[in-house]
């Protein structure tokens, strides 16, 4: 229950993650209840995700899932690193045909300073 929580840590900003736990398991008031499936028809996401999570009878099933969708969770997250990472710097051939331009046109950039203040004879 408690990776679940971790789950939807940031996920939704419009209700606290307990409360839709408690609302899960049918734990809450009428008032809370009601206040919670306003929320679900105005985000579709949460009503689908709700809808989902519903469908299990079985706690053992539902950590199982929970346990699955943490690790392709981390895993998205991981390759959305390293493709930003490269997106950035690419490889490391990359980087040295970065540098290999600034060190050319820093060279250039001098050369054309020594050239203008060269007096003329």
Do not use: C
């Not at 679940?4 to 993650?17: M, P, T």
């Not at 943490?70 to 540098?99: C, H, M, P, S």
Request: glycine share 2%.
């Amino acid at each position: 229950m408690s990776d679940l929580l971790n789950i939807l840590s940031n996920s939704n900003k419009d209700i606290d993650n307990q409360k839709l736990m408690d609302y899960l398991s049918g734990k809450l008031s009428e008032k809370e209840r009601h206040e919670v499936e306003k929320l679900m028809a105005d985000n579709q996401m949460m009503n689908d995700a709700v809808e989902g999570l519903q469908q299990f009878k079985d706690q053992k099933k539902l950590d199982a899932y929970v346990d699955q969708l943490q690790k392709q969770l981390n895993t998205y997250i991981q390759k959305k690193k390293e493709r930003r990472k490269a997106k950035w710097f690419g490889t490391q051939y990359d980087v040295w045909i970065f540098i290999s331009i600034i060190v050319v046109l820093l060279l250039m950039l001098i050369a054309y300073f020594v050239i203008r203040n060269v007096p003329p004879k």
